[in-house]
Structures are given as C-alpha cells and as structure tokens.
C-alpha cells in the first residue's frame, strides 16, 4: 500500500523538478520589449562575425551561447567592433546582454567573437525594442562634447494622445456651454 504512494510521490516531485527548470531556462522578458529578430550561427575559434543594427530606439539585444562561449562587442563608431575597439560589450561564459542606447549612432555594429577556448561556438542571439518610457522628473538633458546641453525629445506615448484629446473635448465643451449662457442671459 506504502509503495503506489511512495512512486506517487516520486513522480510528481520529479515533474516539478522538472518544470522548475523548464522555467529557468526560458527567458521571462519584460512585457515592454518587443522582439524583432532572432539570430543564430557559429562561430570559429578566435574569429568574429559581424552584425548592423539599423533600427532605432532603446535596442536590448541578448545572446545564449548553444556551444562554446560567444562573446558580444558593441560600437557606433566602427562596424567592426572587437575587444580592442567597442563601446559596449558582454564577455560572460553563459547568456551575454547589451543594452544599446537610443541616443547611439545607426547604424550600430555588432561583433560575436568565438573564444579560443573553443573550438567552435553556436550562439543565439535576441534582438529586442524596449518601449519602456523613462519619465525623468526635471527633463531630460545631454551634454555634447562642447560642454553645451543639448535637450532631447520625450518619448510620446499613446496614454498623451488621450489626454491632450480629452483635454481638447472640454475645452469645447466649456467655450460652447459659455456661448449658449451668454445668449440666454
């Protein structure tokens, strides 16, 4: 009797154990970022294969190295970028993620870089838009080489579309209810 609920037992730890790491292994992304592209490919050892990011925006781009360890280099002066030249960069034996910055030069280059360690490296890597709206409290501001500031647009979201549209209903609203008062009075 003991031993039907023993394998019971074991069964359902066993799938739990089992969708615990199901779960690990699926990247959760945030519901703001949009993917665009998947990319996957090798990789030789001590070599590099380059990539051109066109689009605009707040870019997250995340690599899985499938096999070996793939590194990722990031520039927006060069399209060529390497462990000599880059801006941004993610070296790490697992997952490497870049976030690349809206205010970047397009197009940006991405080098993959196959690690010598190995002798071939697969990788996957993910290209995501964040749409998250930085709100900044005193606005936001740059500064250029030349020390000047240089102030950048907000994002414009759907939510200020409602609002200036419902702000513009009343406005209407109220000038016509004070034209029919002063008629009538």
């Known amino acids: 009797m003991a031993i039907p609920w023993k394998k019971a037992l074991l069964i359902l730890l066993t799938s739990q ?8 292994e699926e990247e959760e992304v945030p519901e703001e970022w949009i993917l ?15 990539l051109r990011l066109n689009h605009e925006g707040e870019i997250v781009l995340q690599m899985k190295s499938l096999k070996g360890d793939a590194d990722l280099y990031v520039s ?4 060529h970028p390497s462990f000599d030249e880059y801006e941004l960069q ?12 809206g205010h970047f030069q397009r197009p ?9 360690s190995h002798l071939e490296s697969e990788f996957e890597m993910k290209v995501y838009y964040d749409r998250t709206v930085v709100e900044y409290p005193f606005g936001e501001a740059t500064y250029a080489t030349d020390g000047k500031a240089t102030s950048q647009k907000q994002p414009y979201t759907p939510e200020d579309t409602s609002q200036d549209e419902e702000s513009i209903v009343w406005t209407i609203i109220i000038g016509i209810l004070k034209l029919i008062l002063e008629i009538l009075f």
Do not use: E, K, R
């Open 76 to 79: 927006d002066t060069t399209l």
């Open 17 to 24: 154990a089992l969708s615990l790491v199901n779960s690990i």
């Open 90 to 101: 993610s070296v790490t034996c697992g997952q490497d993620v870049v976030f690349v910055p």
């Open 108 to 116: 940006v280059g991405i080098g993959i870089y196959g690690h010598p």
């Open 36 to 50: 665009l592209h998947v990319v996957q490919g090798q990789i030789g050892a001590g070599n590099y294969s380059y």
